[in-house]
């Protein structure tokens, strides 16, 4: 009987163990991203990924340069994304778009995207966390 017990009480802590790993996997948006320093980014988006854990847009813009540097955006994850309405199909590629998102800490061409406005003038709230749904204008 007793071996039994400890046998359940190794199983069920072994189950915890593995089902909150995921949690730990997940990356904190205020340690990844500054939220202080907004900013607009605005160019052609050249590919719209739909992906968990996080939606990606690739977004080319043309510095004061006149080079063009690829802006990587995240978004919120699949099923968030579809419950706002925003599909794949939803932005041409490629089209114009203005997103207002917060860049990584590290300064690489990296952000996560909040608010972005496409051609046609539709926003869509796609941050992963902070603030409310604004849900589709």
Known sequence: MRDSISKCAVIG??????????LLAHHSVAAEYDSSKPVTITGAVTEARLLNPHGWLSVDVKGTDGKTVTWQVEMAGTNRLLTIGFRKDTIAVPSSVTIQAWPARDGSMHATGRIPTLADGKQFDVHDAFGENLQTK
């Open 13 to 22: 802590t072994l189950v915890v163990a593995c089902l909150s790993a995921p």
